[in-house]
């Protein structure tokens, strides 16, 4: 019998390997760079002197010509600055994906499933006697043929409506999804790193919605002192600002765009750290970063109960621990009606997944 048979292990030093390794680093600095190519090389650099990324054979030289010859990085000819391609905002959407979201189960293309049965386009296994009010395309004409054969014979062949059977079909719901990030400067304060999980986690959801469902809906939301609407593209580049956390003008914004879709199952995902220290009033910014002022909250508040009654459901994953933010957030989710996570930096993409996964699967009322 041929048991294990051991032999001494030699690494693959190909070209291919070689970039695959450097590519994947490469992909997670362009996020801590904000997209910044020059920045991340320089730092793939010092990492390589310190950590002997790269030898003889494929050297960090090799691997920026070749992410010039793969159209990952273009150099721009007037000043000779290097900057990401389409191909290259599309690697990491799907790179943030795959890590993400790597348990996710296949499905439909574009439909999201409901507990309800009824008029839809996806077949299930169930059958059923026909019911007043089906309709013809609900009908298995080939069993329901059978069963006339069956109950009345050959010879005498009819058609009854106890011979109908009904193939059942589950109902399909559509999702219009809005998700708010918070890139106030607290969410880079204490020396943690939250903006980059956030934009991580807001790539793989694009890619989720556009390549599994593209029936949905998803527009991307960040909010400082003001709030405004950025491209899926425009993702890996967020960084940062000397803001403060406005999250009224965050959530107005939302509902002005869930406003103009025309699902019926909307809903707000809303990524921050922080408590809400900013309010607009006029063309005049009121702010106070010392507390939970009263005069912020309410408006806040006031949002959220204006959300519930336009049928909105608000998921705020909270990515601090703080008991007085918390006592806020329990208060806005139940104004809201809506859900409530307490989230570690690595959690944070299981909870959106879950939450986004189970919404799909029901009406949001």
């Not at 650099?45 to 003889?56: A, I, M």
């Not at 943030?96 to 386009?121: A, C, M, Q, W």
Request: charged share 30%; hydrophobic share 35%; with cysteine.
């Amino acid at each position: 019998m041929l048991g294990h048979r051991f032999t001494k292990y030699v690494p693959d030093n190909s070209s291919s390997a070689g970039f695959d390794k450097l590519f994947n680093i490469f992909m997670q600095l362009i996020l801590i760079t904000s997209g910044d190519v020059s920045e991340a090389l320089n730092w793939m650099n010092q990492l390589d002197r310190k950590y002997n990324f790269t030898n003889d054979e494929y050297s960090m030289g090799d691997f920026i010509d070749d992410l010039k010859k793969r159209d990952y990085i273009k150099e721009n000819g007037s000043n000779s600055v290097y900057r990401l391609t389409a191909k290259s905002e599309q690697g990491i959407r799907r790179q943030s994906l795959e890590e993400i979201f790597s348990k996710l189960r296949k499905s439909v293309r574009g439909n999201h499933s409901t507990p309800f049965t009824g008029y839809g386009d996806e077949l299930t296994s169930e059958r059923r006697e026909y019911n007043f009010g089906d309709t013809l395309d609900q009908i298995d004409m080939t069993n329901s043929i059978k069963n006339a054969q069956i109950n009345h014979g050959i010879d005498d062949f009819e058609l009854t409506e106890k011979d109908l059977e009904i193939e059942e079909r589950d109902f399909k719901t559509l999702n219009s999804t809005v998700l708010m990030i918070d890139i106030s400067h607290s969410m880079v304060l204490y020396g943690e790193d939250r903006i980059t999980p956030a934009k991580k986690v807001a790539m793989a959801l694009s890619e989720l919605i556009t390549t599994k469902y593209p029936k949905d809906t998803l527009d991307i939301i960040v909010f400082g002192n003001d709030a405004w609407q950025i491209q899926i593209k425009d993702i890996p580049y967020l960084h940062v600002g000397p803001y403060h956390t406005n999250t009224v003008a965050g959530i107005d914004l939302a509902n002005n765009i869930l406003r103009r879709r025309k699902t019926n199952n909307k809903q707000i995902f809303m990524i921050t750290d922080g408590k809400p220290t900013c309010l607009k009033i006029g063309t005049r910014y009121y702010k106070n970063s010392f507390g939970l002022d009263r005069k912020i909250l309410n408006k806040t508040l006031d949002q959220a109960a204006r959300c519930r009654k336009l049928g909105i459901s608000i998921t705020t994953f909270m990515i601090a621990r703080d008991p007085y933010l918390q006592e806020f957030v329990r208060e806005f989710t139940k104004i809201n009606y809506g859900r409530a996570y307490y989230s570690s930096l690595n959690g944070l993409g299981d909870f959106i997944f879950e939450d986004y996964i189970r919404n799909r699967r029901k009406k949001i009322h």
